[in-house]
Protein backbone atom coordinates (compact mmCIF):
# COMPACT_ATOMS: atom_id res chain seq x y z
CA UNK A 1 0.00 0.00 0.00
CA UNK A 2 1.14 3.24 -0.91
CA UNK A 3 1.46 6.40 1.59
CA UNK A 4 2.85 9.22 1.97
CA UNK A 5 3.39 11.50 5.54
CA UNK A 6 4.17 14.74 5.14
CA UNK A 7 6.13 16.68 8.15
CA UNK A 8 7.95 19.95 9.45
CA UNK A 9 4.49 22.36 8.86
CA UNK A 10 3.96 24.78 11.90
CA UNK A 11 3.66 28.17 12.99
CA UNK A 12 6.61 30.72 11.71
CA UNK A 13 7.00 34.14 11.77
CA UNK A 14 7.49 36.61 8.20
CA UNK A 15 10.82 35.87 6.16
CA UNK A 16 11.56 32.60 8.51
CA UNK A 17 12.81 29.70 6.82
CA UNK A 18 10.60 25.97 6.88
CA UNK A 19 11.93 23.01 5.24
CA UNK A 20 8.38 20.33 4.79
CA UNK A 21 9.19 16.29 4.45
CA UNK A 22 7.19 14.03 2.77
CA UNK A 23 8.41 10.23 3.38
CA UNK A 24 6.47 7.93 0.62
CA UNK A 25 6.42 3.89 1.77
CA UNK A 26 5.11 1.29 -0.78
CA UNK A 27 6.04 3.31 -3.58
CA UNK A 28 8.73 3.03 -7.06
CA UNK A 29 10.43 6.59 -7.00
CA UNK A 30 12.14 5.50 -10.23
CA UNK A 31 8.59 5.88 -12.51
CA UNK A 32 7.00 8.49 -10.22
CA UNK A 33 6.54 11.82 -9.99
CA UNK A 34 5.99 13.71 -6.75
CA UNK A 35 3.80 16.89 -6.89
CA UNK A 36 3.39 19.32 -4.14
CA UNK A 37 0.28 21.42 -3.93
CA UNK A 38 -1.58 23.90 -1.21
CA UNK A 39 -4.82 24.75 0.23
CA UNK A 40 -5.73 27.97 1.44
CA UNK A 41 -8.96 28.25 3.63
CA UNK A 42 -11.44 29.34 1.64
CA UNK A 43 -9.27 28.65 -1.75
CA UNK A 44 -9.10 26.09 -4.48
CA UNK A 45 -6.62 23.46 -4.46
CA UNK A 46 -3.47 25.10 -5.91
CA UNK A 47 -0.19 23.64 -7.67
CA UNK A 48 3.03 24.74 -5.82
CA UNK A 49 5.66 22.63 -7.45
CA UNK A 50 5.51 19.84 -10.28
CA UNK A 51 8.73 18.04 -11.93
CA UNK A 52 9.08 18.68 -15.55
CA UNK A 53 9.95 15.52 -17.76
CA UNK A 54 13.58 17.75 -18.50
CA UNK A 55 14.50 17.64 -15.11
CA UNK A 56 13.37 21.06 -13.93
CA UNK A 57 10.58 21.61 -11.75
CA UNK A 58 7.62 24.07 -12.70
CA UNK A 59 7.18 26.60 -9.61
CA UNK A 60 3.88 28.21 -9.37
CA UNK A 61 4.42 32.20 -9.83
CA UNK A 62 3.40 32.93 -6.40
CA UNK A 63 6.67 30.77 -4.69
CA UNK A 64 8.85 30.77 -7.46
CA UNK A 65 12.63 31.96 -6.13
CA UNK A 66 11.34 31.15 -2.95
CA UNK A 67 10.24 27.70 -2.43
CA UNK A 68 12.57 24.09 -3.66
CA UNK A 69 11.58 21.15 -4.49
CA UNK A 70 13.95 18.14 -3.78
CA UNK A 71 14.30 14.42 -3.37
CA UNK A 72 16.28 11.43 -1.89
CA UNK A 73 15.39 8.62 -3.65
CA UNK A 74 17.52 6.59 -1.23
CA UNK A 75 15.61 7.69 1.86
CA UNK A 76 11.93 8.02 -0.71
CA UNK A 77 11.87 11.58 0.35
CA UNK A 78 10.77 14.59 -0.71
CA UNK A 79 11.36 17.96 0.43
CA UNK A 80 10.09 21.57 -0.45
CA UNK A 81 12.07 24.59 1.27
CA UNK A 82 10.48 27.36 1.51
CA UNK A 83 12.38 30.47 2.36
CA UNK A 84 11.05 33.99 2.95
CA UNK A 85 7.38 33.26 3.73
CA UNK A 86 4.79 35.28 3.88
CA UNK A 87 1.32 35.27 5.49
CA UNK A 88 0.14 34.41 2.17
CA UNK A 89 1.79 31.11 1.94
CA UNK A 90 -0.46 30.20 5.07
CA UNK A 91 -2.33 26.69 3.78
CA UNK A 92 -1.91 23.13 3.99
CA UNK A 93 0.70 21.46 2.25
CA UNK A 94 0.20 17.94 0.53
CA UNK A 95 2.58 15.81 -0.97
CA UNK A 96 1.19 14.01 -3.97
CA UNK A 97 2.32 10.67 -6.05
CA UNK A 98 1.43 10.05 -9.40
CA UNK A 99 3.12 8.62 -12.17
CA UNK A 100 5.86 9.65 -14.62
CA UNK A 101 4.53 13.05 -16.36
CA UNK A 102 1.28 12.79 -14.78
CA UNK A 103 0.29 16.06 -13.64
CA UNK A 104 -2.71 15.63 -11.32
CA UNK A 105 -6.26 18.25 -11.61
CA UNK A 106 -7.91 18.05 -8.15
CA UNK A 107 -10.29 21.13 -8.53
CA UNK A 108 -11.37 22.85 -5.39
CA UNK A 109 -10.27 20.81 -2.51
CA UNK A 110 -7.20 18.99 -2.04
CA UNK A 111 -8.04 15.00 -1.57
CA UNK A 112 -6.37 12.62 0.69
CA UNK A 113 -5.18 9.09 0.23
CA UNK A 114 -5.53 7.04 -2.59
CA UNK A 115 -7.52 8.41 -5.32
CA UNK A 116 -7.85 8.57 -9.12
CA UNK A 117 -5.64 11.10 -9.48
CA UNK A 118 -2.78 9.74 -7.17
CA UNK A 119 -1.95 9.26 -3.66
CA UNK A 120 -2.09 12.15 -1.75
CA UNK A 121 -0.32 12.52 2.01
CA UNK A 122 -2.81 14.01 4.84
CA UNK A 123 -0.97 17.18 4.93
CA UNK A 124 0.61 19.97 6.79
CA UNK A 125 -0.25 23.05 8.23
CA UNK A 126 2.10 26.08 7.46
CA UNK A 127 0.74 29.20 9.44
CA UNK A 128 3.06 32.24 8.78
CA UNK A 129 2.11 35.39 10.99
CA UNK A 130 3.87 37.83 13.53
Known amino acids: ETQLVESGGGLVQPGDSLRLSCAAS????????IHWFRQHPGNECELVSTPRSDGTTYYADSVRGRFTASQDNAEKTVYLEMNNVAPEDTAVYYCVLTGRDSLPFPGDYCPTGATSIGYWGQGTQVTVSS
Open 26 to 33: GATFDDSD
